[in-house]
């Protein structure tokens, strides 16, 4: 599987951003999709999931109610809808694919991509 996220870029403050991850190869064997960040000095953390056939979504506590992932089976590609954006949003931004179902923890993802950066200025 390969991923390739996009979208990135500077933004300020209450902006709006979309990132896209596309997928190849093979998509299938993995069940989910997830949205990790890193910002400077800090671990990876959990963003959002969603399984490649949609419905159910999960979100970290500190996005909840400003970003939506949302899959395109049809383009195999899963966005990030990122709105109200705030400094502390700055980090790269990766998607990873899993098969497995703790979908917050990094460990349990097998593919990454290799992260676009987010910079949200004040």
């Known amino acids: 599987v390969q991923l390739v996220e996009s979208g990135g870029g500077l933004v300020q403050a209450g902006g709006s951003l979309r990132l896209s991850c596309a997928a190849s190869g093979r998509t299938r064997s993995s069940y989910a999709v997830g949205w990790f960040r890193q910002g400077p000095g800090k671990e990876r953390e959990f963003v959002a999931a969603?399984?490649?056939?949609?419905?159910?979504?999960y979100y970290a506590d500190s996005v909840k109610g400003r970003f939506t992932i949302s899959t395109d089976n049809d383009q195999n590609t899963v966005y990030l809808q990122m709105n109200s954006l705030k400094p502390e949003d700055t980090a790269v931004y990766y998607c990873?694919?899993?098969?497995?179902?703790?979908?917050?923890?990094?460990?349990?993802?097998?593919?990454w991509g290799q992260g676009t950066q987010v910079t949200v200025s004040s």
């Open positions: 969603i399984p490649w056939s949609g419905g159910s979504t």
């Open positions: 990873a694919t899993t098969y497995g179902s703790r979908w917050f923890d990094p460990q349990e993802y097998d593919y």
